[in-house]
């Protein structure tokens, strides 16, 4: 099977650069599911996707879990089809999940300012879990305003806009298997 990896791609009349390749995610990814494997033995966690963007993530993620676990869905407004946030969430799909006393482990493809996460965890906390953690694919730490405490994540970025491996830009560009950047030489 060949996954979609150009080393730029044009999307929606902005070209892109590869940012982070196949390779480094995945080498990522399985380190941190050795890391939950060890942190959640005999625990039985529940991971929460947020939709849509960790769809991928969250695949590639739990075929590195070899412990029991389960799996659910959380689905927000997301950017619409813009480059930054619109400072506004609104909840698209609730969890079907009883998640009193469980083990919650919450899967975002990006923190960038923390709304989204915020929103997610005061959610969550209310359903009164075991234990609730963050992991997430990216975070950028210079756009983060709110507060909330990720567990896990596989890379810190600049604040910048990516795309790919789930993270979109208005709807495109998730069937991408790397992290895209845009490229800005091609603006000289
Ligand atoms: P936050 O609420 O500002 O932390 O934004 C979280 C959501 O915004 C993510 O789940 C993404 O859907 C979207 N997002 C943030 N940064 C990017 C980006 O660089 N590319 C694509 N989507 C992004």
Redesign the pocket.
């Known amino acids: 099977m060949s996954f979609y990896t150009p080393d730029t791609v044009l999307c929606n009349g902005e070209t892109f650069k590869l940012y982070i390749s196949k390779e480094q995610i995945q080498t990522r990814i399985a380190e941190i599911g050795m890391q939950i494997d060890a942190d959640y033995e005999g625990k039985k966690p529940i991971f929460i996707g947020?939709l849509n963007?960790s769809f991928i993530f969250l695949a590639d993620l739990m075929r590195h879990v070899s412990i029991p676990c389960e799996v659910d869905f959380f689905k927000l407004s997301?950017?619409g089809d813009e480059k930054v946030?619109s400072g506004k969430?609104t909840k698209l799909k609730d969890l079907d999940a009883q998640i009193k006393g469980r083990h919650v482990i919450i899967v975002?493809?990006?923190?960038?300012?923390?709304?989204?996460?915020s929103y997610i965890m005061k959610q969550i906390k209310e359903a009164g879990p075991a234990s609730v953690r963050i992991v997430t694919l990216l975070h950028?730490p210079g756009?983060t305003k709110y507060d909330v405490t990720i567990d896990y994540i596989a890379f810190e970025i600049p604040t910048?806009?990516?795309?790919g491996y789930g993270?979109?830009?208005a709807q495109e560009g998730r069937n991408l298997a790397q992290i895209y950047v845009i490229d800005d030489s091609k603006d000289e």
């Open positions: 947020v963007g997301s950017y946030s969430v975002e493809d990006i923190v960038d300012t923390g709304l989204s996460m950028k756009a910048l806009f990516v795309l993270l979109d830009y």
